[in-house]
């Protein structure tokens, strides 16, 4: 839960685009974590492996998302040559 | 034999249906002449039709024993279920097939008669160049159809019966280019095919909220759990909703079997190729609506047995809805037989004599149902309803497809552009003459059979209303079947016909393509007049399936062959018969073939207000316009005149804009302000679920 808090914390106030990527991997991590350490319940006598396919199934995910937050970082640095968040506020009325 | 027989009926022909385009693909890396793709692909979708047909004669001939010796000797009714729908505690519904002696019968005529018809159609399309999407569609039709014979549940029927509807409305619409040759009437075939969309959608409506009444009450919608819990229809009844549940669900019928008030699409529906209007404006859909009626009958029947041993009578609300189906159905008769009197078109004579055949169908239901407290006689009338129902889409096609054939040669449906044809079509006249004298109840064609034993059940059990209604139906039947062949191949030859030879292209006989479809089914219009006994033996055992089989049943005098032949012949009804058929036949005669009176003058002495309104079909199709379809254009006109030119849309602009600019605010472009937006979620979300554990 720790991750997830400081996860949360750095795309919240963190200004650069590279950082926020960064934060957004540490709360993905912290959710698997707090997956797998929720899944020690053994019922029936063993402990149920859905939590942990699920959660191999989510780094896989993970990996797939640094993949394209990258690919988008990248292209915005390109065009408005900035990673500055604060800068890039063309989604605003 | 492995299960996978049950499947082929109604996979098979939407298997041909998906491949289709494949197929027709592939044979253009064959053939370079347009004849032979289009031979390649058409002869590929005849299968579709033959394997159903095949594969449902086959479970036919093998349940004649009451058992399936292919399923592992599975008994009748035997429901093979495929798949379950997630269970819910009391509700369950299944998709599956039914197998009993009713959902063979209808099957087998659908794809048989469908396999003949798509023989056909390889002629009769030849050189159209839609033709890919007429046989998907065909296909499409062939394989809905058996869903909705053989489904096992009113849900699987449902999917089946839209499914129709569907095709029905591609292959009216076939022609979307609206030629003025092709129009029926002063209706384009776009046109033609929404309207009978529109018109079956309101009947499927009360179909549907019928079905979900039904399976509320009774937490299943399989036919044969339906009939062996019947405490449904004892919840349904204590609330009074009974009879108005069943007359909800009615209304499906009537829209898919064009009965009145729902009658008027089936005229504009010839707007289709004359194939279509034979297969599925004639012989299978426009069935469907008189098949759940002969499905539903059995499950009321059986219902009926079990509560009434059970000490409770629901014989009231039963008898209401049976009073509406049969005076539907005989009011229907009449109707559509008086407009089939004056039609100018071919095929617009065949769809009158469809809806009003249709009509002695749901008459011949109606007074089963009324029966149900004898079961001698409810047997009777149910099986005089499926005989009639097995005779018309014999001979019915058979007709569809001779005008099929006189369209072709004279490149119109019009009578004035017929007549005196003869002598050049031969082969056509005899089997449309035999087609005729089947519709107009000559012996010893079926249609004689079949529309005498409904007759019969009228007279005998003394619904005289009804007797009445259907015997003046018949005088008038027999009339407009005669005026049909007098005005096509007797009389003078007309300027089209002159017009024809002058170019070179006498009218003539179809190929042998053609003419063997027409050959078999005029030889079945002959021999099916005779199998009547033997159909009652067949469905004997559907009543002892449904019903509780009280003592009487069992006693059921099924008539032996030549017993009823000469039971038939022998009574005073045939008389009063020959005489229905002789009072029709004999006016026809002399004016339209003997041509002893001019038509013309008749119409113009004081009958011609009586003309008018038989021609304009009563006025209902016009009242129905100027109701529904200009009523919604003034509505949509003066709203569109409210929003647009009087500025009444003004004030919705202004909400819009207050409502955009207060939400604007929010939107400030900072990532870590939406970021905040989100962990606020989180932590309101987390307190709620906190709160609520």
């Known amino acids: ?93 | 034999m492995s299960y996978i027989i049950v499947l082929l009926p109604w996979l098979f022909p939407f298997i041909i249906a998906a491949t289709l385009p494949i197929v027709k693909r592939i044979s253009e890396g064959f053939f370079e002449d347009e004849y032979g793709r289009y031979l390649v692909t058409s002869g590929y979708a005849v299968t579709g039709g033959l394997i159903s047909g095949l594969s449902s004669l086959l479970l036919a001939i093998d349940s004649f024993n009451g058992r399936f010796d292919f399923l592992n000797g599975e008994k009748i009714p035997f429901d093979y279920i495929l798949a379950e729908w997630i269970p819910i505690d009391g509700y369950r519904v299944t998709f599956g097939v039914l197998l009993d002696n009713l959902s063979l019968f209808m099957a087998n005529i659908v794809a048989l008669i469908g396999t003949l018809i798509l023989i056909y159609s390889v002629e009769y399309m030849r050189g159209d160049k839609g033709y890919l999407r007429y046989w998907m569609l065909m296909n499409i039709f062939i394989g809905s159809m058996q869903v909705l014979v053989l489904g096992d549940s009113l849900l699987a029927m449902f999917f089946g019966w839209e499914g129709v509807g569907f095709a029905s409305y591609g292959l009216i619409g076939y022609y979307y280019t609206d030629e003025k040759e092709y129009w029926i009437g002063p209706y384009p075939p776009t046109h033609a095919g929404m309207k009978a969309f529109i018109m079956t959608r309101i009947g499927d409506v009360g179909l549907l909220v019928a079905t979900i009444i039904i399976f509320l009450t009774s937490g299943t919608m399989n036919f044969l759990d339906l009939a062996s819990q019947p405490g449904w229809a004892a919840a349904l009844y204590s609330d009074g909703i009974l009879a108005i549940t069943l007359l909800l669900a009615l209304l499906g019928p009537i829209g898919k079997s064009a009965q009145f008030p729902l009658h008027e699409w089936l005229p504009e529906a010839m707007a289709g190729p004359t194939p279509v209007s034979a297969l599925i404006h004639a012989a299978t859909m426009v069935k469907a609506g008189v098949y759940f009626l002969g499905r539903f009958t059995g499950v009321l029947y059986e219902v009926y047995w079990k509560l009434y041993e059970g000490g409770l009578n629901i014989w009231g609300e039963i008898s209401n809805f049976y009073w509406a189906v049969a005076l539907i159905g005989a009011f229907t008769a009449l109707l559509a037989a008086s407009q089939g009197m004056v039609s100018d078109q071919i095929k617009k004579v065949l769809a009158y004599s469809t809806v009003s055949q249709l009509g002695y169908m749901f008459a011949a239901f109606g007074m089963a149902g009324l029966l149900i407290e004898h079961p001698e006689a409810f047997v009777d009338a149910y099986i005089s309803g499926i005989y009639h129902l097995s005779s018309h889409a014999i001979f019915k096609a058979l007709l569809f497809l001779s005008a099929g054939v006189l369209g072709h040669a004279v490149h119109s449906y019009l009578f004035r552009d017929m007549g005196g044809l003869r002598r050049y079509m031969p082969y056509t006249y005899t089997v449309m003459m035999v087609g005729a004298l089947a519709l107009a109840g000559v012996p010893p064609f079926n249609g004689f059979w079949s529309k005498d034993a409904i007759l019969h059940a009228a007279y005998v059990e003394g619904f005289t209303a009804i007797y009445i209604l259907l015997a003046v139906s018949a005088i008038m039947t027999a009339f407009y079947t005669f005026r049909m062949m007098g005005l096509a191949f007797h009389g003078e030859e007309s300027d089209n016909v002159e017009h024809l030879k002058h170019e070179g292209h006498p009218p003539h006989d179809p190929g042998i393509l053609m003419k063997f479809p027409l050959g078999i089914l005029a030889v079945a219009t002959v021999i099916s007049g005779f199998l009547l006994p033997s159909l009652g033996g067949y469905f004997k055992a559907l009543f002892k399936v449904f019903g509780v089989t009280p003592e009487e049943l069992l006693n059921v005098k099924i008539l032996k062959f030549p017993d009823f032949l000469v039971g038939t012949v022998m009574s005073p009804l045939f008389i009063v018969a020959m005489a229905l058929v002789v009072l029709g036949v004999a006016p026809s005669y002399l004016i339209y073939i003997a041509g002893r009176y001019d038509a013309e003058k008749i119409v113009s002495t004081p009958l011609k207000p009586l003309w008018l309104f038989l021609y304009n079909r009563w006025y209902i199709n016009k009242v129905y316009y100027a109701i529904f379809v200009d009523g919604t254009y003034s509505l949509a006109r003066s709203i569109f005149r409210f929003l647009e030119e009087t500025g009444g849309g003004e004030g919705f602009k202004e909400i819009y804009v207050s409502l955009s600019q207060a939400a604007r605010r929010l939107q400030t472009g900072y990532l870590r302000v939406n970021m905040s937006y989100m962990v606020m979620a989180l932590v309101v979300l987390t307190l709620i679920y906190m709160m609520v554990i």
Request: charged fraction near 15%.
């Open chain 1, 1 to 93: 839960m720790a991750l997830v808090a400081i996860g949360l914390y750095m795309v919240s106030t963190k200004r650069n685009l590279m950082k926020i990527v960064i934060g957004i991997e540490i709360l993905a991590t912290g959710v698997n974590l707090s997956f797998i350490s929720m899944a020690y319940i053994r019922t029936a006598g063993f402990t149920d492996a859905l939590a942990h396919a699920i959660v191999v199934t989510a780094i896989v995910l993970d990996g797939v998302l640094v993949g394209v937050a990258l690919a988008l970082t990248l292209v915005v640095f390109r065009k408005f040559n900035t990673l500055d968040v604060d800068k890039l506020r063309s989604l605003r009325w």
